[in-house]
């Protein structure tokens, strides 16, 4: 259960405090893509997700793509934002974010992991040794499988609220 904990739990990526996680040292965020950035294969990023990615650059912050879709979606997408991608991740698998971290030259105690899936981006990121970040999916429609797990994910966000583990958004 410790593995499936995040660190933080926000509605968005816009709620999260970036001034803090600065404070707090952090070099590397490591995003998610699909219903953590934009709508899950939706092509386009919105100018709010733009101004968002300036506001990170500006606190010396590197962002990077980490996402288990394919390569034309991720690579095309990050080519738009102007920031580096690993796609075919694999997450829960450490590579992905192994790999990023490498990129960059940081550490995992340095490196903040965002997204909108327990079994995927939290415990990917916690496996890490990383800062995780769950966010609430930005829209409900998904891949048909995703839709199965999040019946298990919304299982164990009851589990961790029960024990006082989360701070909901
Ligand atoms: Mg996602």
């Not at 490498?102 to 079994?119: A, C, N």
Request: net charge positive; charged share 25%; glycine share 8%.
């Amino acid at each position: 259960m410790r593995l499936l904990r995040p660190s933080q739990y926000h509605k968005s990526i816009f709620d999260i405090d970036l001034d803090k996680l600065q404070a707090q040292g952090y070099r590397a965020i490591m995003l998610d893509l699909d219903n953590t950035l934009v709508k899950w294969n939706h092509p386009d990023p919105t100018p709010g997700l733009q101004e968002w990615l300036q506001r990170v650059g500006a606190r010396g912050l590197s962002a990077c793509i980490v996402s288990n879709n394919s390569g034309p979606r991720v690579s095309e997408f990050a080519a738009k934002v102007g920031i580096p991608f690993i796609s075919n991740a694999a997450k829960p698998r450490r590579k992905g974010f192994r790999e990023a971290m490498r990129r960059f030259g940081v550490t995992p105690q340095q490196t903040v992991v965002i997204g909108d899936q327990i079994f995927t981006d939290v415990l990917g990121g916690n496996r890490s040794g990383a800062h995780t970040i769950l966010v609430v999916p930005i829209d409900p429609r998904e891949f048909f499988l995703t839709q199965i797990v999040r019946k298990v994910e919304r299982r164990v966000l009851r589990y961790l609220d029960r024990k006082g583990l989360l701070q909901r958004p």
